[in-house]
């Protein structure tokens, strides 16, 4: 039987606890006013133990929004993937709003500092908001489609930093997100409008 310093670490154990750290101090402090300091501080190990897993704040930051950006771009490729316009706009936008639901702690984070709102902006992974759009509103909307996808699109990004819409569940609020966009893009967006 392996002694406690030879039995095997669960695997990301270290990182996931810095992650987790850096999560609740962001919301506390802000992702400016958290140092690796504090996030060793508050997991009780050395600053170097937080440097071994990530060198910078930039990497835990990006760390911290790995898992929506490999949600986002798998949502992208099966949404590409049905066979007709609606079916595309349907999935990308369900998966927009389980996204943005699920992750109101993180964007209120990044809507509350706009170095690291500006970070994730310019992170490669996320260049892909022409892909979405053309899943929203067609390849070659008009300006009527651009404003409804542009309205949609905002309105999700804007969740996290809602106050008023922290009281709702997310069963609730992903209910009346779905159906206030999809009458919005139904109406304005896409080959199928009505004129």
């Known amino acids: 039987m392996p002694t406690s310093s030879t039995a095997p670490r669960p695997a990301g154990g270290a990182r996931e606890r810095v992650l987790a750290a850096a999560l609740d101090l962001f919301g506390e402090h802000g992702v400016s006013g958290t140092s690796l300091q504090m996030i060793a501080d508050r997991i009780g190990v050395t600053k170097a133990a937080v440097y071994h897993q990530f060198h910078t704040k930039d990497e835990i930051v990006l760390a911290v929004l790995a898992p929506a950006m490999e949600s986002?771009?798998?949502?992208?490729?099966?949404?590409?993937?049905?066979?007709?316009?609606?079916?595309?706009?349907?999935?990308?936008?369900?998966?927009?709003?389980?996204?943005?639901?699920?992750?109101?702690?993180?964007?209120?984070?990044?809507?509350?500092?706009?170095?690291?709102?500006?970070?994730?902006?310019?992170h490669p992974a996320l260049d892909v908001g022409d892909r979405i759009r053309a899943l929203l509103v067609g390849p070659?909307?008009?300006?009527?489609?651009?404003?409804?996808?542009?309205?949609?699109?905002?309105?999700?990004?804007?969740?996290?930093?809602?106050?008023?819409?922290?009281?709702?569940?997310?069963?609730?609020?992903?209910?009346?997100?779905?159906?206030?966009?999809?009458?919005?893009?139904?109406?304005?967006?896409?080959?199928?409008?009505?004129?």
């Open 72 to 122: 986002l771009h798998h949502s992208i490729e099966q949404a590409e993937a049905q066979p007709t316009p609606e079916a595309r706009r349907e999935l990308m936008l369900t998966s927009l709003v389980d996204l943005a639901v699920g992750n109101r702690r993180i964007a209120a984070i990044l809507r509350a500092d706009p170095a690291a709102a500006e970070l994730a902006r310019n």
């Open 140 to 195: 070659d909307p008009d300006a009527r489609s651009d404003v409804a996808g542009a309205m949609v699109g905002g309105a999700l990004m804007m969740i996290g930093a809602a106050p008023e819409l922290e009281r709702y569940d997310d069963e609730e609020l992903t209910t009346n997100l779905l159906e206030l966009a999809r009458d919005l893009l139904g109406r304005h967006a896409g080959p199928d409008r009505r004129g």
